[in-house]
T-cell receptor, first 115, second 114 residues
Framework: NAGVMQNPRHLVRRRGQEARLRCSPMKGHSHVYWYRQLPEEGLKFMVYLQKENIIDESGMPKERFSAEFPKEGPSILRIQQVVRGDSAAYFC?????????????FGPGTRLTVL | AQSVTQLGSHVSVSEGALVLLRCNYSSSVPPYLFWYVQYPNQGLQLLLKYTSAATLVKGINGFEAEFKKSETSFHLTKPSAHMSDAAEYFCAVSEQSGGFKTIFGAGTRLFVKA
């Protein structure tokens, strides 16, 4: 049983381009979370999604960032018109249930570099 | 809002020595607490979690943590460090608000000297 899959693992974009990060949760998991990790910092919550629904996007920047988790296919984190400050590692996690005590399983991350 | 504070961004121990990584939390309700480990260029892996059962929680790789409500602490320990324990460790608390999100501490990087 494969774990959480993220691709690409590394992504380089020039300022102003779009970055599209994909996350496939563990089999049977319908809850997906996105986190951002800046160098030398912990993970910061961005958004929590269930299939076709955004449940909590309180950590998402108001502009340029969006996320979706369609009925079919992976969850997508999209960053439009990237800037150098968007350079970070972006981690996706999934869980079987939504309860607070549930373990989240993390993917290996996508490392975004904005030139 | 819940928060987590990890004391010491870097901890260095000798191989075979005790590992102690400190974590304090703030929460207005009984928390769920976690310790995760991150190896270089990898995602996070759960070491252990506290969910209001036993206050002493045993995890993988010989790690354990004790929940102390009076001190609002959840320190991570291992009796004898191994070189393979060198990694970054994150303490986290979960918060439920129409789903849930996990609040992470800033992390503690553990160095193990031969």
């Amino acid at each position: 049983n494969a774990g959480v899959m993220q691709n690409p693992r590394h992504l380089v974009r020039r300022r102003g381009q779009e970055a599209r990060l994909r996350c496939s949760p563990m089999k049977g998991h319908s809850h997906v979370y996105w986190y951002r990790q800046l160098p030398e910092e912990g993970l910061k919550f961005m958004v929590y999604l269930q299939k076709e629904n955004i449940i909590d996007e309180s950590g998402m920047p108001k502009e340029r960032f969006s996320a979706e988790f369609p009925k079919e296919g992976p969850s997508i984190l999209r960053i439009q018109q990237v800037v150098r400050g968007d350079s970070a590692a972006y981690f996706c996690a999934s869980s079987l249930l939504a309860e607070s005590y549930n373990e989240q399983f993390f993917g290996p991350g996508t490392r975004l570099t904005v030139l | 809002a819940q928060s987590v504070t990890q004391l010491g961004s870097h901890v260095s121990v000798s191989e075979g020595a005790l590992v102690l990584l400190r974590c304090n939390y703030s929460s207005s309700v009984p928390p769920y607490l976690f310790w995760y480990v991150q190896y270089p260029n990898q995602g996070l892996q759960l070491l252990l979690k506290y969910t209001s059962a036993a206050t002493l929680v045993k995890g993988i790789n010989g790690f354990e943590a004790e929940f102390k409500k009076s001190e609002t602490s959840f320190h991570l320990t291992k009796p004898s460090a191994h070189m393979s324990d060198a990694a970054e460790y994150f303490c986290a608390v979960s918060e439920q608000s129409g789903g849930f999100k996990t609040i992470f501490g800033a992390g503690t990087r553990l160095f193990v000297k031969a």
